[in-house]
């Protein structure tokens, strides 16, 4: 059984940055694929970005040029990046995992294995 364990939720300012972290409880970190979904209150759990390697990676348009995802494999630690907060990045943040490469692009149904959730709250 693979666990994740996310840190890093907040509170913060519009144009405010936060880094998300996800620990994964697996020695093979390097072959799962990773993701970040988001769900806001009364809406569908949605793809933030997803990784397999530095050179496989997706982002949803919203957040494109803003969020950047990235594994450290020293660590088992999936991060997200995430800067010029706007109000509609408000969600609880949810990380995902799944042996082999990501589909593209992911959906949740894609994924085995998902953390707690943290919240990220952005004011105006």
């Known amino acids: 059984q693979v666990q994740l364990v996310e840190s890093g939720g907040g509170s913060v300012q519009a144009g405010g940055s936060l880094k998300l972290s996800c620990t994964v409880s697996t020695t093979i970190f390097s072959t799962y694929c990773m993701a970040w979904f988001r769900q806001a209150p009364g809406k569908e759990r949605e793809v933030v970005a997803s990784t397999f390697s530095t050179y496989q990676t997706y982002y949803a348009d919203s957040v494109k040029g803003r969020f950047t995802i990235s594994k450290e494999y020293v660590k088992n630690t999936l991060y997200l990046q995430m800067n010029s907060l706007e109000p509609e990045d408000t969600s609880m943040y949810y990380c995902?995992?799944?042996?082999?490469?990501?589909?593209?692009?992911?959906?949740?149904?894609?994924?085995?294995?998902w953390g707690q959730g943290t919240q990220v709250t952005v004011s105006s």
């Open positions: 995902a995992a799944n042996p082999g490469i990501c589909g593209r692009p992911p959906h949740l149904s894609h994924f085995a294995y």
